[in-house]
């Protein structure tokens, strides 16, 4: 094959690259991370069906080709897809709104979400539009999950009540959880109680115990992430052997046993069009959580992802997902942090993990028809409260108010209003908030820095300037949103001081200028020269200049360019009038 086909094929079908170095060593640490994961992943499945509203099988089986696709095709050593909280949340909305009420229909639009999602992401990847993701600020991001995560908890505390309250947002939610709390179910309230306090005391005191009592650090961080499983298996026996389901007690009742399903989705248009606002909301958020733990996890290793190609993997393992009975998923925090701290070497620990759950679905369902949904519910409560961070308030308050107002205004939509508009709010604050700040860029005046060639903001060192000459900087790329800004800068500047002759534009910090602002600096030119101001550039970068040398107004310039912001100072003021300028801090 020749080298180029070769280096592409690499570059899509990232297995290739790691497949090829794969040793025995790799393979004994991505087992072990395998069984370490699997045992965790297991009732996450089973609860984040649930909180899908789902049927508890479709969590396993989004778990099973899902994690073998993302192996192929996914450039993360260390992350583990699946089912996950805030993806999950957002399925239930989006299949909630389409107001179904037959199981195999509600089943079918969640495969069908799974596929277009996957779709979008793979158009996203193939268009190389990974950089979109930038637009999404992470402290706005943090506030959704933070909202989310509550909104997911008071949404399980039905099934640990044992009672019937819906609702899109908190206040729906708790108003319906005040109105149901008499008909409390004393049997599920003590199961839910007794599951949450011990997932609360496993999550934070039995690795230490475990520890102090003689075992290795590993064996009792495996014991540890096996706690869910043994609140499953404790809570499954009580049912069974107390006759639980006879006073009141939900459960997850028949899993059918065996493979996931293999088919198309339903390729019905309607149900496509009405589902794509919430496919492509589920995509963006999806991308976003995942890469961010990617790069996270891959620093840590002096490795790098591939933005792109981490949504081709990702939408490969969402359309793997719908053609084998699941619903969305994506990169989850928690399970990869594991995988991680496990020794995952390469993704073959995620197909490992596939293999495990297929076990799982092939031996051990029938096992759970007992297991009450109080249990999974409290398995959401302890495993989501870990998103929740008001701290993102504190630290927006105290660095930018403008990023804080963005992440309260997220946090407030989704909890009052529901997860599709807050997420929603968060992609247009986020962009909303990007435009602001680059249509008004930090334009400082400049002077000469006494005894060197540098130069510096006048209000904040001691530097030298002329009363002829204003020289100023702009810390931003021109385009149409700013240039006018900088034009009403200059012209107000140069109106409050009649003795100014010379106006240069320092262009250190431009990268770029449209040509939107390629007709505001014409204009600049024109109106300066009409009050007998002189315009000039210096510093322009290379790319730059050589698209203004494509256009007219380096001719029509009444100054000149300059190579240098000295070169400019050195030629525009007579050396008799250098004088210091006082400053102020």
Known sequence: MPRPALVALRRHLPILDWAGRYDRNAFSSDLLAAVIVTIMLIPQSLAYALLAGLPAEMGLYASILPLVAYAIFGTSRALSVGPVAVVSLMTAVAIGNLGLSDPAQIAAAAIALAFLSGL?????????????????SHPVIAGFITASGILIAASQLRHILGVDAGGHNLPEILAALGRALPQTNLPTLLIGLGALGFLFWVRRGLKPLLIRSGLRVRLADMLAKAGPVAAIVA??????????????????????????????????????AQLAGSAALISVIGFVESVSVAQTLAAKRRQRIVPDQELVGLGAANIAASVSGGYPVT????????????????????????????????????????????????????????????????????YDRADFAAVATTIAVTLGIGVEAGVSAGVALSILLHLYRSSRPHIAEVGLVPGTQHFRNVNRHRVLTAPELLTVR????????????????????????????????????????????????????????????????????????????????????????????????????????????????
Not at 120 to 136: D, K, P, Q, S, T
Not at 247 to 265: D, E, F, H, S
Request: proline share 5%; aromatic share 8%.
């Open 474 to 585: 702009v810390d931003e790329s021109l385009y149409f949103a700013n240039a006018r800004f900088l034009e009403d800068y200059l012209a107000a500047r140069v109106a409050r001081d009649p003795a100014i002759r010379n106006v240069v534009l320092m262009c250190s910090a431009v990268n770029e200028i449209d040509l939107s602002a390629l007709e505001s600096l014409e204009a600049i030119n024109h109106r300066l020269l009409d009050a007998g101001i002189r315009f000039h550039l210096s510093e322009v970068k290379g790319p730059v200049m050589d698209r203004l040398e494509r256009s007219d107004l380096l001719d029509a310039l009444s100054g000149q360019v300059f190579l240098s912001q000295f070169d400019a100072f050195a030629a525009l003021t007579p050396p008799a009038q250098d004088a210091p300028r006082a400053t102020t801090a």
């Open 120 to 136: 979008m992401l793979i158009a996203m990847g193939l268009l190389r539009l990974g950089f979109l993701a930038n637009f999404l």
């Open 235 to 272: 809570t499954v026996a009580l049912a069974w052997g107390l006759g639980l389901e006879a006073r009141g007690v939900a459960i997850v009742g028949a899993v059918p046993q065996g493979v996931p399903p293999l088919g198309l989705p339903a390729f019905d248009i309607g149900l496509w």
């Open 331 to 398: 990169g989850g925090f928690a399970r990869s942090v594991v995988n991680f701290d496990a020794g995952a070497e390469t993704p073959a620990a995620g197909a490992f993990t596939a293999l495990g759950i297929l076990l799982a679905a092939l031996f051990l369902t029938p096992a759970l028809y007992f297991l009450p949904k109080a249990t999974l519910a409290a398995t959401i409560i302890v495993a989501v409260l870990s998103l929740v961070d008001f701290s993102v308030l504190r630290r927006s308050w105290a």
